[in-house]
């Protein structure tokens, strides 16, 4: 039976969509077919690290949401594109589903909104389709129509934070919402830790605040930085101590 | 008052909609969100799959749904085992934009190729 991961934060800027194509990216790497759907069709961006470019993209989710190919149609085979540089035998598969860049696509969106339902429905498609194992769905920030649905159909939420108090406020209203609609798997992901913290007090501290488990606490690094997204830090990097923290998440995704 | 009652009474509370919103989710007592997540999760149920989730008759459980299907929150098609129920979704609504903006981005928001013949104009 597929899971639905979705992966979240409240404000922008978090390291969602990284943490979301390095964790996604480990779990086809252990053999499993994963899809990843970009449904921050505002703002997408995550088909970078994948190695996809505009001109690539023949097909995005904005195609399948005004019915102009089925959704597996905007799914692509990144297995092969990430990893540069590294010898990475990815035994499974990663699908990418992107959001365009183009700006019209955006603007259309903005304009005239979408079929919601539609949307539900490529979830399930997707899962069947490709005969997936874990379908990721990277959210937009905050929350709209797009975010709850995700967090509502979702096996498992994972919540972004960093040590920042606008992240504290709006992670409260996550988790609220996700309690609410009852999510069967919930932990956070403290993101960009910044050294002077030490990483178990301060896990402690957001434990106890939010009264979820913390899945990891990745710290800030300008390894992660230089990268510029352009490829899966985890995959170039498996010994890093940011790699370290993605392979806790993968651990505790898997067991759930 | 049993769980049936306390459902159906605050169906008929609610006002109707064209459609739901998954953001409706969030203002549903405990018991009716659960029946709308569980079938927005599932895609589909049977008045017997409710039933089991919320613990009342199969009679009581198509009530409720068809009470749903009343209000605009679920649409019912008929098949061989019987009727089964879906979410009708609201349609997400677009934004109002101040005009100008898009062709103040010029050709960034031309159509992409394959689209230019299809669909509404796209420039205010």
Known sequence: MAKIISIHSFRGGTGKSNVTANVSAQFARKGYRVGVIDTDIQSPGIHVL??????????????????????????????????????????????????????????????????????????????????????????????????????????????????????????????????????PHLYLVINKAISSYEPE?????????????????????????????????SLCYPDHPVSQEIQHIVALVEAA | MGIFDRIQSEIETREKQEGFSPADLLALSPPLRRLMSYIIREGEVTAAAAAELVQVSPTNAQQLLDGLVHKGYLEREEREEGWVYRTRFARKRGREIPAGIWSALGRRTRPAPHDRDEGPSRDA
């Not at chain 1, 540069?84 to 603007?107: D, F, N, Q, T």
């Not at chain 1, 937009?140 to 504290?168: C, K, V, W, Y």
């Not at chain 1, 301060?202 to 990268?227: G, M």
Request: aromatic share 8%; hydrophobic share 45%.
């Open chain 1, 50 to 183: 994948f190695g996809l470019d505009e001109e690539q993209m023949d097909k995005a989710l904005n195609d399948y949401l005004w019915g102009r190919c089925a959704i597996e149609e905007a799914a692509y085979d990144v297995s092969a594109r990430v990893g540069k540089g590294e010898v990475v035998l990815m035994s499974g598969g990663i699908y990418l589903i992107p959001s365009s860049i183009r700006a019209g696509e955006i603007a259309r969106v903005l304009r005239e909104g979408y079929d919601v339902g539609l949307l539900n429905d490529g979830f399930r498609a997707l899962i069947e389709k490709l005969g997936l194992d874990y379908l990721f769905i990277d959210t937009h920030p905050g929350l709209n129509e797009e975010t709850l649905l995700s967090i509502a159909i979702s096996d498992l939420l994972i919540i972004i934070l960093r040590t920042d108090q606008q992240d504290f406020q709006g992670t409260a209203v996550t988790v609220d919402v996700a309690r609410k609609l009852e999510v």
């Open chain 1, 201 to 233: 007090a301060l896990r402690h501290q957001i434990e106890e605040t939010y009264k979820a488990p913390v899945a990891a606490v990745i710290p800030l690094s300008e390894d992660v930085a230089a990268l510029q997204s352009s490829d899966i830090f």
